[in-house]
């Protein structure tokens, strides 16, 4: 079964075709990072404007590439939700004229639950063995942050999540407060290579610092607002030496990924989860990939490192979930809404093992 995918929830425009879930022929991405970096971060109009001119070569690109035509694909799978709404509403309406135009289903897909299956896309023995389950999710982007458990049936229940900034962002607004280009991330990941993490102490979220314990209901959730502010104080009106800066960011970057790992083995712990998976953007990140591991050694669990290509953005996580939806016969009408928000309830993840099995 063939699968076009297509992604354009935030700030890059992507298509891909993907072979029963899994075989990727061809993914497409074209970024807006240059657009959006005058402004430090993503401006929607701008993108919506940016994916409404790019869209159509990206598709025909990513057609081209796989070596077949619309004709010859068995349905369309298109990010619904979350994601910027203006962004999205380009994405939806171009994939809904080309699945009318072709007769061909649609399927609306949750980006949040690609990111999660971008670790799966080429590795689908994972999800074959009953012995990985429940896996642990552990979904870090610009937009996420959240430990999600899925278990063998699919039911995927988010058992924590970010109350107000997402990893991803936390470390976007550092680097615009330290003036370091946009997205932050990446230019954070290596400037902290040659920092000394230990010389600052930056406040870690929600992990009962300070005397003030943490709310049970909060345990595996997240909050960046604290070392955003603390960073701001650090370095306000300050000129930083060259070194001084490099220290002030590996500091920064351990304190917020240092409560990634933290969480995501305490949960995975209490829920006896057997795999691991950290996946979305920041799970590019060279330090986290590095912690995470050690962590897994010392416990004795599996880990799962998504390729980087598939952490952030794109469109072959998109078009691969799509399949396990199309496959069940589950797909939607062409009035199916946009969302800009994660839903309350995420339903049944349909590439777990037995997802709709009795
Ligand atoms: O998954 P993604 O492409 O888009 C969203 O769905 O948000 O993630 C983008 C995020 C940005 O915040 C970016 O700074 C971060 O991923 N990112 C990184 C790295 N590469 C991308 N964060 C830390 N280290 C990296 N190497
Ligand atoms: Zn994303």
Do not use: W
């Not at 954070?188 to 010389?199: P, Q, T, V």
């Not at 949960?267 to 691991?276: F, G, N, S």
Request: proline content about 6%; some cysteine; glycine content about 12%.
């Amino acid at each position: 079964m063939l699968v076009l995918g297509i992604e354009s929830s935030c700030d890059e425009t992507a298509a891909a075709v993907v072979r029963d879930g899994h075989e990727v022929l061809s993914s497409v991405i074209s970024s807006q990072i240059k657009l959006h970096s005058a402004y430090g971060g993503v401006i929607p109009e701008l993108a919506a404007r940016e994916h409404l001119k790019n869209i159509q070569p990206v598709v025909t690109t990513a057609l081209r590439e796989s070596g077949f035509d619309m004709k010859a694909l068995d349905g369309v799978a298109i990010t619904s939700h979350p994601g910027l709404i203006p962004a999205l509403l380009v994405g939806n309406a171009y994939a809904k004229g080309l699945a009318a135009a072709s007769g061909k289903p649609i399927i609306g897909i949750n980006h949040f639950q690609g990111h999660l299956y971008g670790a799966f896309l080429e590795q689908p023995e994972l999800l074959d063995n009953p012995e990985n389950y429940p896996i642990l999710g552990v979904v870090v982007s610009g937009g996420h942050t959240a430990l999600v458990l899925l278990p063998i049936d699919g039911k995927a229940r988010i058992l924590g999540t970010t109350l107000d900034d997402a990893a991803g962002e936390a470390l976007d607004k550092a680097a615009k407060i330290l003036n370091l280009g946009y997205p932050g991330g990446p230019i954070i990941d290596r400037l902290a290579r040659e920092g000394d993490e230990k010389r600052y102490d930056f406040p870690r979220g929600l992990v009962g610092g300070g005397g003030k314990p943490v709310p049970p209901e909060h345990k595996f959730d997240f909050s960046f607002s604290g070392v955003k502010t603390a960073l701001l104080y650090q370095v306000r009106e300050r000129t930083l030496s060259e070194q001084e800066l490099r220290d002030v960011v590996a500091s920064y970057q351990a304190a917020v990924m240092g409560v990634l790992v933290s969480k995501a083995t305490a949960a995975a712990q209490e829920t006896r989860a057997r795999l691991i998976c950290l996946c979305g953007g920041v799970a590019c990140n060279s330090y986290l990939r590095r912690k995470f591991q050690e962590a897994c050694e010392e416990t004795g669990r599996r880990l799962i490192l998504t390729p980087p290509k598939y952490c952030t953005d794109n469109a072959a996580m998109i078009g691969g979930l799509g399949y396990h939806y199309i496959r069940n016969g589950l797909t939607d009408g062409l009035d199916m809404p946009v969302g800009a928000r994660l839903p309350a309830s995420l339903g049944v993840f349909p590439f777990a093992r037995n997802a709709f099995r009795e």
